[in-house]
């Protein structure tokens, strides 16, 4: 499945090139990659878990809300030493993110569609639901945590340290949040949100 979150990305740089028929179906391809991984995501979740789907308590939302400022926190400051040290306004991911949404507005809608609302849910299915709740016992805390968040890095393309540190922050405070719910919705909504404002701020920029 760790392989299946970059599989499902190949689509978008043949979007941005070739006839307009042509990219309206890597399009459709794109899109559909992603409900076969999704689907697929789930039915090894499902398999691994026994347990029943459980609805939000408000004491779910505010550590959700707690761990979102959190990771903002930790995100602007660990930024701050990014450009002094490696004179990144952000990272290497989302650089290209920006640089792949402002090609075109097909790239756009559809980068823009997946990151706030199919990413989310395939990378929590993976990284948390699978890695952390099947991978690691039901008594076992801070490792999968731990574990989760170095994982979740690796994927995201980071070109230094400082970079790395803010995915595996993020990654180690999803599965934090999850390990302490047992609600995998609740890392799907938190990933979802950060994912929608990181979306927000860049085509503010790309239209600025």
Known sequence: MIVVTSVVQIPLGFMMRGPVVQRGLWAAAYLL???????LGIWIFRKTHT???????????????????????????????????FNETSTKNNTLIATIMGHSTLTLVMLSLTAVFASPILE???FRGILVGGCFPATSFWLPVVASG???????????????????????????????????????????????????????????
């Open 150 to 208: 170095v994982v979740f890095s690796l994927v995201h393309q980071s070109d230094n340290i400082v970079s790395w540190l803010i995915y595996a922050i993020m990654g180690g405070t999803f599965a934090y949040i999850y390990r302490k719910t047992d609600k995998l919705q609740t890392t799907i909504i938190l990933h979802g949100f950060n994912n929608l404002i990181a979306v927000l701020l860049m085509i503010l920029t790309l239209h600025h």
């Open 51 to 85: 347990s029943r789907w459980q609805s939000l308590t408000t004491q779910d939302w505010q550590l959700m809300i707690k761990g979102y400022l959190f990771i903002i926190v930790v995100e602007i400051l660990l930024n701050m030493v990014n450009n002094i040290f």
């Open 124 to 126: 929590e299915l993976t």
């Open 33 to 39: 990659g992603f409900i076969v991984a999704i689907g």
